[in-house]
């Protein structure tokens, strides 16, 4: 069984692989098929998003799909950036930073604490959606995980990708990004949701355990 992942981020695609990694399916990503289509996420949530992604690429592509929206929301930031956190530097709200000499992923961490500088709350969470959908069948499954944690006064770590490198989960000391790969997968937000969404996938018949084909 070929199950499409709607993502060509290499670190998303390489935690769900590993998470999934006992299923008897094959994952794919949006490399390996032709004529790629994009999906603008411009819904006001990551359900909607996720859903969107998943019925979309399931539609076109003719192939179950795995697809998932996930931010980071920050409380003194009025749950800012959210569904914006992939291109949180290039939005109006706290202004745009621009310096094409960083990474997205760098421009993206540096606003959010030059945001939060002077501030004493920097309580904030991961949260992600993941949504499998097969339009063939009419099966459509939903998750949510959510990983507590604040923000760093700077970034500390070479793991991980996003703001890992300055979230630091409820409990540890340590960055996302100083954690090891599987460590990770055990309390973050999309570890959480794609574990509930493997046994679900099990419970209701759709995957099951064994090698990879």
């Not at 999309?190 to 090698?211: D, M, P």
Request: charged share 30%; glycine share 8%; proline share 3%.
């Amino acid at each position: 069984m070929k199950i499409l992942v709607a993502t060509t981020n290499e670190g998303k695609l390489r935690e769900i692989k590993s998470i999934l990694s006992d299923l008897d399916v094959e994952l794919l990503s949006l490399k390996d098929v032709d004529n790629i289509i994009e999906v603008e996420e411009d819904k006001e949530t990551f359900l909607e998003n996720a859903i969107k992604k998943a019925t979309t690429y399931a539609s076109f592509y003719k192939i179950p799909v795995i697809a998932e929206d996930a931010g980071l929301e920050v409380d003194a930031l009025e749950g800012y950036p959210s569904v914006y956190s992939a291109r949180f530097y290039s939005i109006e709200y706290g202004g745009k930073l621009e310096d094409e000499s960083l990474s997205k992923d760098e421009r993206n961490n540096l606003k959010l604490l030059k945001l939060l500088e002077n501030k004493e709350n920097r309580k904030g969470r991961y949260k992600t959606v993941v949504v499998y959908y097969d339009s063939d069948k009419g099966i459509g499954i939903w998750t949510e995980g959510v990983c507590e944690g604040e923000i760093a006064q700077k970034p500390q770590g070479s793991g991980g990708f996003g703001y890992d490198p300055i979230f630091i989960p409820q409990g540890y000391n340590q960055t996302m990004a100083q954690l090891p790969p599987e460590e990770k997968n055990k309390i973050s937000h999309r570890g959480k949701a794609l574990s509930k969404l493997k046994e679900l996938l099990i419970k209701t018949g759709v995957v099951e355990i064994g090698s990879k084909s």
